[in-house]
C-alpha cells in the first residue's frame, strides 16, 4: 500500500547552493549542508530486566558496538554494565525499544525459554 501526500503538503530537499562563495583550496563540508550526512555510529545495549519496570535489576545483557573501537562478545563480563535501565539511562544511552507487556496463558510463567522483559538502548557517536 502506497502512502499518499495530504493536499496541500510539499517533500522538502535540501540543495546545495550553486552561488557558494569557495575559493580555491576551500572544501564545503557535508555536515554543514546535511547534518544527517556526518558519520555517526551506532552502539546497541540490551537489557534483560526482572520486571518491565526500568528500575528493575538486569538479569542479562548484550551490547554491539559500531563504532569498532571495542570488541564486545556475550560473557566476556561477570557484572553487567548498569544494575537497571534507569541506570543505563542516566549515563547517556536512549531507550528505542521495549517489550510489550502481553498477557501469557497461565503455567508460562514457569517456562525459562525466553526472557520477556527485554530493552534495547543506544548511543549515537561521532566518527570523526
Not at 502512502?3 to 583550496?25: H, K, M, V
Request: hydrophobic share 35%; with cysteine.
Amino acid at each position: 500500500m502506497q502512502s499518499r501526500r495530504q493536499p496541500g503538503t510539499r517533500t522538502f530537499y535540501p540543495r546545495l547552493s550553486r552561488n557558494l562563495p569557495l575559493t580555491s583550496g576551500h572544501r564545503l563540508a557535508l555536515h554543514a549542508c546535511y547534518p544527517q550526512a556526518m558519520a555517526t555510529k551506532q552502539q546497541v545495549l540490551v537489557l534483560y530486566l526482572s520486571s518491565s519496570a526500568l528500575d528493575a535489576n538486569v538479569i542479562a545483557w548484550a551490547r554491539y558496538d559500531g563504532t569498532s573501537k571495542n570488541d564486545h562478545m556475550p560473557g566476556d563480563s561477570d557484572e553487567p554494565l548498569y544494575r537497571s535501565g534507569v541506570e543505563a539511562l542516566a549515563d547517556g544511552w536512549r531507550l528505542i525499544q521495549a517489550s510489550p507487556l502481553a498477557a501469557h496463558a497461565p503455567g508460562d510463567e514457569f517456562r525459562t525459554g525466553y526472557l520477556k522483559y527485554e530493552f534495547f538502548f543506544e548511543k549515537l557517536i561521532n566518527d570523526e
